[in-house]
């Protein structure tokens, strides 16, 4: 069978991670066409990969006859219009988080996906592939610590782009929690509270960080996410699940532990989210491989969980405002025949 002839359309940090990530390590697959609107970027890195070409037009990109797949690693802004075009060629397609920047633009590619029968969009939710948390997942699922009822989670950043405003804090850095919470306790979330704590000095002016999130579901969980975005220490996502019958943690940053003079004790944290879910990424993306070579397309989150994750941040988002919780608004899955 011949490799995956994959589209990487926007080569910016992730872009060019997917990229490297491909060329090394991924088996059967390889990326024949590269896109950025930044097109002298595409052109010099098409240059280093052989075999492969730059397209200035992300929609031609996703058309043209050498490319079997596509990853979207383009601003969010742009994806509900590139996964539309990847749905009108039937082209299988990873789309890094968010699957579109609103709720209604999700559930429309949620209803388009639909109608055509087949599945053809995963959502990068990394995490669901990163090997603790699969290992969290699988004990929960064995049963042995009884019902799950609380999680804990903490979420830091050292550092954002300047960019980052509030409300980005819950749609770029919060998602990744409300989509662990949905995987690992396999239902919705009902409603979401934002606390305000006393804003951290050292960030920027205006921005509201750290954060509390309060989520509940829909068989009454409590879930509490402490994201933190300017620590100005390390990248540090640890999550713990407290059940009926124990609790577990995972996060913990425990590699090498060193003790050397003078009286030094400790270990490392990783520095940012490439090299803690480094591991997770590779899986992920050689899972999604292998399902588009087999025809399956997807193995893992899908545009429903994108668009989950988008009614939820709406109200992680409406609730910031006003610190109330806010009751997140979401169609039943059932009412879209083939989600
Ligand atoms: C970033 O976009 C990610 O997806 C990281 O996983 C997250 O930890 C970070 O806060 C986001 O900005």
């Given at each position: 069978m011949s490799d995956l002839r994959i589209a990487v359309l926007g080569v910016g940090m992730m872009g060019a991670d997917h990229i490297a990530r491909i060329g090394s390590k991924i088996a059967g697959a390889r990326v024949s066409v590269v896109n950025d609107y930044v097109t002298e970027k595409a052109e010099q890195l098409a240059a280093t990969i052989p075999g492969c070409r730059a397209i200035s037009d992300p929609l031609d990109a996703i058309a043209d006859p050498d490319v079997d797949a596509v990853i979207l690693a383009t601003p969010g802004t742009t994806h509900?219009?590139?996964?539309?075009?990847?749905?009108?060629?039937?082209?299988?397609?990873?789309?890094?988080?968010?699957?579109?920047?609103?709720?209604?633009?999700?559930?429309?590619?949620?209803?388009?996906?639909?109608?055509?029968?087949?599945?053809?969009?995963?959502?990068?939710?990394?995490?669901?592939?990163?090997?603790?948390?699969?290992?969290?997942?699988?004990?929960?699922?064995?049963?042995?610590?009884?019902?799950?009822?609380?999680?804990?989670?903490?979420?830091?950043?050292?550092?954002?782009?300047?960019?980052?405003?509030?409300s980005m804090i819950v749609k770029d850095s919060l998602v990744h929690e409300v989509d662990v919470t949905r995987f690992l306790f396999d239902e919705e979330i009902t409603s979401v509270q934002m606390v305000r704590p006393a804003a951290n000095p050292a960030a920027p002016e205006g921005l509201q960080d750290p954060q509390i999130a309060i989520f509940h579901t829909a068989t009454g969980k409590?879930?509490?996410?402490?994201?933190?975005?300017?620590?100005?220490?390390?990248?540090e996502v640890r999550t713990e699940v407290v059940a009926e019958l124990g609790s577990a943690m995972i996060g913990l940053d425990v590699g090498l532990l060193r003790k050397s003079a003078p009286g030094h004790w400790g270990g490392q944290i990783t520095p940012s989210f490439k090299e803690r879910f480094g591991q997770a990424y590779d899986t992920e993306i050689q899972r999604w491989v292998d399902a588009v070579r087999a025809g399956t397309n997807v193995d893992g989150p899908g545009a429903w969980d994108g668009y989950a994750a988008a009614a939820v941040c709406a109200a992680g988002v409406e609730s910031l405002e006003t610190g109330q919780p806010v009751t997140v608004e979401m169609v039943s899955r059932d009412s879209i025949k083939g989600a």
């Open positions: 509900e219009k590139q996964l539309l075009a990847c749905l009108e060629h039937g082209k299988p397609v990873m789309c890094e988080k968010p699957l579109t920047t609103d709720v209604a633009t999700s559930l429309e590619v949620v209803k388009r996906e639909a109608e055509l029968g087949k599945r053809l969009i995963q959502v990068g939710f990394m995490r669901r592939f990163d090997v603790e948390y699969a290992a969290l997942k699988a004990l929960l699922d064995d049963g042995d610590l009884g019902r799950p009822l609380v999680m804990h989670c903490a979420h830091r950043n050292p550092t954002v782009p300047p960019h980052f405003d509030s409590h879930v509490d996410v402490e994201v933190f975005v300017t620590t100005g220490v390390a990248y």
